[in-house]
Nanobody, 123 residues
């Protein structure tokens, strides 16, 4: 049974920071490519950042310079450090895993998903 469990969401003021984590179980995490997606009410799910098994990273333009994706394979965990948060970053954040597709911004490429964690940024 594959499990991805996110943590670290919450309510923060604009300009603040949050660090999301996603712990994986039941998979060979070190060979997985991982992604963070978000979805706000009434909007489509969109990629935030992704990281390959070899630490190649991808960021959507609106978070470049503010967010950092990283991974610790010995903990089977991927992180999303979010700084200088804006109200438009408010969404449910999901982590996802794929094997073999690489760094991709297409949600259909990911095979496994976490349950999501709410991030709310107040103005």
């Amino acid at each position: 049974q594959v499990q991805l469990v996110e943590a670290g969401g919450g309510l923060v003021q604009a300009g603040g920071s949050l660090r999301l984590s996603c712990a994986a179980a039941g998979r060979a995490f070190s060979s997985d490519d991982m992604g963070w997606f978000r979805q706000d009410t009434g909007k489509e799910r969109e990629v935030v950042a992704s990281i390959s098994w070899s630490d190649i990273t991808y960021y959507r333009n609106s978070v470049k310079g503010r967010f950092t994706i990283s991974r610790e394979n010995y903990k089977s965990t991927v992180y999303l450090q979010m700084n200088s948060l804006r109200p438009e970053d408010t969404a449910v954040y999901y982590c996802a895993a794929n094997q073999g597709v690489g760094v991709t911004d297409v949600s259909a490429d990911y095979d496994y998903w976490g349950q999501g964690t709410q991030v709310t940024v107040s103005s």
